[in-house]
């Protein structure tokens, strides 16, 4: 069994308030769920207007289709225009 776990760091342009942000990170949420059936969440940054920390994990049996995965979410977040993606960290965990 394979597991990933990556951190995405978002960097919201043109947002002043909490409400505008919870919006771009719902959709940003949403949309890596509904194409990877990863497991995502908002995991850091909640009280920061401009910044958003999001996290994800994938299962898997295969380590290649894990590390694709991983790289297909990240281009998929940067492709959707909705915030500058600052950062990016990723691990697997082998069992």
Avoid: P, W
């Amino acid at each position: 069994m394979v597991i990933g776990a990556g951190r995405i760091v978002l960097r919201l342009h043109g947002v002043y308030s909490l409400k505008e942000k919870r919006k771009i990170v719902k959709a940003v949420i949403g949309r890596i769920q509904n194409s990877f059936n990863a497991s995502v969440a908002e995991i850091g940054a909640n009280d920061i207007h401009d910044r958003a920390e999001i996290g994800f994990s994938l299962t898997g049996s295969d380590q290649r289709v894990i590390n694709a995965m991983v790289d297909k979410i990240f281009n998929k977040v940067e492709a959707m225009g909705l915030a500058e993606l600052v950062d990016t960290s990723f691990e697997l965990m082998v069992f």
